[in-house]
């Protein structure tokens, strides 16, 4: 079957305004999936700004952003001074680990925030705790749902 580079191109962008909905940037929601569909596996920061009809400033920051998310890699050009990015093995798994250390801080926020209201009938005190509660389930269960997709990724 032929590639269908259109539909390509708008799930592409759909998938972007639906990360974007979910919080990340727009500009690196954009880049992550031009680079995701990419067939050659990458694309140069010149042919991302072709591809997405964005500038040279606007790719630099959105490469950088996920470059510091680990979804992203540099990768030098033997022979040539552009580098070209690309969403390597595992992406997607390293990127929500990344994220692990994120949980157990605001898990620690949210009882240090209880613990300066003091009254555990207060709203706000119900609130944190839940919300402590929340991110050490998240944080405790992240080895096992890793696990869990390492063994269901290496079956296909």
Same mark, same amino acid.
């Given at each position: 079957?032929?590639?269908? &580079?259109?539909?390509?191109? &708008?799930?592409?962008?759909?998938?972007?305004?639906?990360?974007?909905?979910?919080?990340?940037?727009?500009?690196?929601?954009?880049?992550?999936?031009?680079?995701?569909?990419?067939?050659?596996?990458?694309?140069?920061?010149?042919?991302?700004?072709?591809?997405?009809?964005?500038?040279?400033?606007?790719?630099?920051?959105?490469?950088?952003?996920?470059?510091?998310?680990?979804?992203?890699?540099?990768?030098?050009?033997?022979?040539?001074?552009?580098?070209?990015? &690309?969403?390597?093995?595992?992406?997607?798994?390293?990127? *929500?680990?990344?994220?692990?250390?994120?949980?157990?801080?605001?898990?620690?926020?949210?009882?240090?925030?209880?613990?300066?209201?003091?009254?555990?009938?207060?709203?706000? *005190?119900?609130?944190?705790? &839940?919300?402590?509660?929340?991110?050490?389930?998240?944080?405790?269960?992240?080895?096992?749902?890793?696990?869990?997709?390492?063994?269901?990724?290496?079956?296909?």
């Amino acid at each position: 079957m032929a590639r269908d &580079e259109r539909t390509i191109r &708008e799930a592409a962008e759909q998938s972007a305004a639906i990360l974007t909905a979910a919080g990340m940037p727009k500009m690196p929601a954009r880049v992550l999936m031009a680079l995701t569909v990419a067939e050659d596996g990458g694309l140069t920061a010149l042919e991302l700004g072709e591809v997405l009809g964005v500038s040279a400033a606007a790719i630099s920051g959105a490469v950088r952003y996920l470059q510091s998310i680990a979804i992203v890699r540099r990768v030098a050009q033997p022979g040539s001074r552009r580098d070209r990015y &690309e969403v390597p093995p595992n992406a997607w798994e390293a990127a *929500f680990a990344h994220e692990r250390p994120i949980y157990r801080a605001l898990a620690d926020l949210a009882d240090t925030a209880t613990a300066a209201i003091g009254n555990q009938d207060s709203t706000a *005190f119900g609130r944190l705790d &839940e919300m402590a509660a929340f991110y050490r389930f998240l944080d405790a269960r992240m080895p096992e749902i890793m696990k869990e997709w390492e063994q269901q990724r290496n079956r296909k």
